[in-house]
């Protein structure tokens, strides 16, 4: 009976070791890995993932653009919390249950060439290599049960014209969503009419990437031609998106 006892409390102790070398072992890796596949110089502050649960938090992550940018800003997270349906992995669409984005601060550059730091570092997730025969990868399917995202402040700086252009904006969102699976859901009366105060819808096409950025600022700009009917915009805005996604769907295959 006393050896069961004792081989118990080694194990129990061996697993507590291994918990902990594992929290303090994450950051470092994630950053690795991150750092190698963006070319943004990211930090994180405190990093836990149980893969049983699916509970992940982070805390003070933080990203810095390549040294071909003019600044070095870019994101400021507090938090990132969220409750992923382990299980969910193997049915070929991720469900999230809550996330939760606490944004401190953003800056969205653009460069002299006209790229936007935005847009590089979403293209180092987006491009996946391509098998040499067969279909492309087909795009990741999520459901996010229920999301909130809070952001507290925006920078803007474009260097692409003659003289530079920089501005702060205290934008102070604080959005919730429910049932998530499309990025065209995003684009809600609340979000639209806080960019057209703003008078944000000259620069979000050209500093956020591809589609969605193409979208919100057609719902902005929509916004302020209608006299500041955002709700019409925005629901303007989610159907020049989908239209947008329907049509690479629909688009031949090589």
Known sequence: MRFWVWAAAVLAAVVALGCVAWTRMLPGFVERQLDAATGFDVRVRV?????????????????????????????????????????????????????????????????????????????????????????????????????????????????????????????????????????????????????YNFGLHRYIAQLLPGDFGRALDAAVGSAAKLGSDVTGAAKHAGSVLRGLFDKLEQSPKP
Do not use: H
């Not at 992923?84 to 999230?96: D, P």
């Not at 249950?97 to 800056?107: E, G, M, Q, S």
């Not at 260097?159 to 530079?164: D, L, P």
């Open 47 to 195: 990093l836990s993932a149980n893969p049983l649960t699916g509970r992940i938090a982070v805390r003070g992550l933080s990203a810095t653009n390549p040294r071909s940018y003019p600044a070095s800003g870019f994101i400021e997270l507090r938090s990132l919390d969220a409750d992923v349906n382990a299980f969910s992995w193997f049915t070929g669409r991720v469900v999230i249950d809550n996330l939760d984005i606490d944004t401190a601060k953003l800056v969205l550059i653009r460069q002299r060439n006209g790229t936007s730091n935005a847009s590089q570092f979403i293209a180092a997730f987006s491009s996946r290599p391509q098998a040499a025969s067969g279909p492309p990868p087909k795009p990741m399917q999520y459901l996010i049960k229920r999301l909130r995202i809070r952001l507290s402040e925006l920078d803007i700086e474009d260097y692409s014209g003659i003289t530079t252009f920089k501005r702060t904006y205290k934008l102070n969102i604080d959005q919730s969503y429910t049932d998530v699976s499309n990025p065209r859901q995003l684009i809600v009366p609340g979000v639209v009419r806080t960019l």
